[in-house]
């Protein structure tokens, strides 16, 4: 990983792509990348997303969580009894994906699958104790990685763009 310098002169990780062709174009670490490319929402969007994930996944690897396991907990936790496809799907991961996500969280004995009985293919989804306890302590340190956010860009700006990214979510 290297450090891409803003226009701000800010230093953000930026992650090369390991295809020589790619390499090629990559910007040293002290160099602006080129006016148009830096001034384009996708570009803009996808370097402040590695930034803040980054960040997150250090705050969560303290409770040896990665942010998909983190959504997966979180999400479990509010809406016990949900099925897996019901879970993936608010999620946006395919449920071929999810299996492996709840059957390595299952495995740590942080959540347990019930079949349901009309239906033996579809698992409802609930948190364990201990589960419980990892969901209520990661949220903590989710919690800490939100307010560093929300100190870097005040709390009316993070409301403003918390609503424009949620206009960009939907189908362009």
Same mark, same amino acid.
């Given at each position: 990983?290297?450090?891409?310098? *803003?226009?701000?002169?800010?230093? @953000?990780?930026?992650?090369?792509?390991?295809s020589p062709r790619v390499a090629r174009v990559a910007e040293p670490a002290d160099r602006t990348p080129d006016a148009r490319v830096?001034?384009?929402?996708?570009?803009?969007?996808?370097?402040?997303? *590695?930034a803040v994930f980054a960040d997150l996944h250090h705050a969560l690897a303290e409770v040896s969580l990665r942010p998909i396991q983190f959504a997966a907990l979180d999400l479990i936790g509010e809406q016990a009894?949900?099925?897996?496809?019901q879970v993936?799907?608010?999620?946006?991961?395919?449920?071929?994906?999810?299996?492996?996500i709840i059957t390595e969280l299952e495995q740590r004995g942080l959540v347990?699958?019930?079949? @349901?009985?009309?239906?033996?293919?579809?698992?409802?989804l609930s948190l364990t104790t201990a589960g419980q306890a990892l969901r209520d302590e990661a949220i903590r340190h989710q919690d800490r990685h939100e307010?560093?956010?929300?100190?870097a860009l005040g709390e009316q700006s993070r409301r403003d763009l918390l609503r424009i990214l949620e206009? @960009?979510?939907?189908?362009?």
């Open positions: 990983m290297t450090l891409l310098r *803003t226009n701000s002169g800010s230093r @953000l990780p930026y992650v090369t792509l390991r830096a001034d384009t929402l996708s570009f803009a969007l996808r370097r402040a997303q *590695t009894g949900a099925s897996q496809g993936s799907d608010a999620l946006g991961i395919e449920k071929a994906n999810f299996v492996a347990e699958r019930r079949k @349901l009985a009309s239906d033996a293919r579809t698992y409802r307010s560093k956010l929300t100190a206009r @960009l979510s939907k189908p362009l």
